[in-house]
C-alpha cells in the first residue's frame, strides 16, 4: 500500500524556540526535551553551534542537507543519536512518537569537543542518557543561582566526557542532490522492504533500471544494492528496538528466511543478526 497515507497526516513543526537554548561562554552546553508525535516534521533549519539529537523512545530520522542540494539521513533508534556540526542544514522526523532530545554545544574550542567536519551516528550510553535529562531540566531555566550554574557545568563536562568516549555506530544513508535519484531514494526510506529489486522501483519514479544504476554510480558512488542494504540494516535496527524478533524483522525487511536475512547481515558487518541487533 502506498506510503501517501501517512503523507497526508504529516505535521510540519518550525523549530522550538533555539535561540533560547543557544549555548554560550558561561553555558556551553545544554539540552532541550521536546516530544513529537508520529509523521511530525522539524522543518529544515541551521545554527551556529553543533548539536547531537535523539529519542528517549521512538525512532528518529535526521537528513542533513549540504548547499548542493546532496546530505545524509540517519535512522536512529532509542540507542543511538546524531552528531550534526555546526551551520549544517538539517530536519528531523519522527518515524513513530518519540521523546525528542537536543544538546546543543558552543564551539570547539569552548567545549573542547573534536571538532567533527561531517554527521555521524553514536551510541547513547545509559550515563550519557541520564546527563541529558538533568541537563535539561537546567537548561529550561533562562537564569541560575551560582549554585545551579556550578552543577549545569559540571554536567556539561560529563556529557563532553561521555561524546568522546561512545563508540561509533556505521550508519548513514547518503542522498544525492539529482532529482530523479532523490526521489527514488526517499521513496526507499518510506518503505524498504517494497521491492527487493531495481526493477521494481525503477517502474516507480518513471526511469529504466539502466539510467538509475548510473545515477547511483555517478551521485553516490555507490550500486543500488549496496545502498539498499545500508537502509535494511539500519531499518533492522529500528525494528529491533520496538522489540521485534529477527524472523518477523526478517519478513518484513522482504527476506524469504531469517537465514537469507542473517547472511546478509554477517556480509555486510561481520556478526550474527543477534550481535548487530544488541546495539538497538
Do not use: N
Not at 511530525?40 to 547531537?52: C, E, G, K, S, V
Not at 532523490?182 to 539502466?210: I, K, N, T, Y
Amino acid at each position: 500500500m502506498s506510503s501517501r497515507p501517512d503523507a497526508a497526516r504529516r505535521t510540519s513543526l518550525p523549530p522550538l524556540d533555539p535561540g533560547r537554548f543557544a549555548p554560550c561562554a558561561d553555558r556551553p552546553v545544554r539540552a532541550k526535551a521536546r516530544p513529537l508525535a508520529r509523521q511530525a516534521d522539524i522543518q529544515p533549519h541551521h545554527h551556529t553551534w553543533a548539536q547531537l539529537v535523539f529519542s528517549l523512545e521512538g525512532t528518529l530520522r535526521v537528513s542533513t542537507l549540504r548547499p548542493d542540494g546532496s546530505g545524509t539521513s540517519y535512522l536512529v533508534p532509542p540507542a543511538q543519536a546524531v552528531w550534526i556540526p555546526p551551520g549544517r542544514t538539517h530536519s528531523v522526523t519522527a518515524v513513530e512518537r518519540v521523546e525528542l532530545r537536543t544538546v546543543y554545544l558552543a564551539t570547539p574550542q569552548a567545549t573542547q569537543l573534536p571538532d567533527w567536519p561531517e554527521g555521524r551516528v553514536m551510541a547513547v550510553s545509559p550515563l550519557l542518557r541520564e546527563l541529558v535529562q538533568a541537563l535539561a531540566l537546567l537548561s529550561e531555566q533562562s537564569t541560575l543561582s551560582a549554585e545551579a550554574l556550578a552543577r549545569e557545568q559540571a554536567l556539561a563536562w560529563l556529557v563532553r566526557d561521555e561524546l568522546l568516549r561512545a563508540r561509533p555506530v556505521p550508519l548513514g544513508l547518503a542522498l544525492p542532490g539529482e532529482r530523479r535519484l532523490r526521489r527514488l531514494c526517499e521513496q526507499m526510506l518510506a518503505q524498504p522492504g517494497r521491492h527487493a529489486d531495481l526493477e521494481g522501483w525503477a517502474a516507480e519514479v518513471a526511469a529504466s533500471p539502466r539510467t538509475l544504476a548510473r545515477l547511483f554510480r555517478e551521485h553516490l558512488g555507490t550500486t543500488f544494492g549496496q545502498w539498499r542494504q545500508q537502509l535494511l540494516l539500519a531499518q533492522a535496527l529500528t525494528l529491533a528496538a520496538r522489540g521485534r524478533p529477527v524472523h518477523l524483522i526478517a519478513t518484513e525487511l522482504g527476506y524469504r528466511s531469517p537465514s537469507a536475512f542473517g547472511a546478509m547481515v554477517k556480509r555486510a558487518v561481520g556478526v550474527s543478526p543477534g550481535q548487530f541487533l544488541a546495539s538497538a
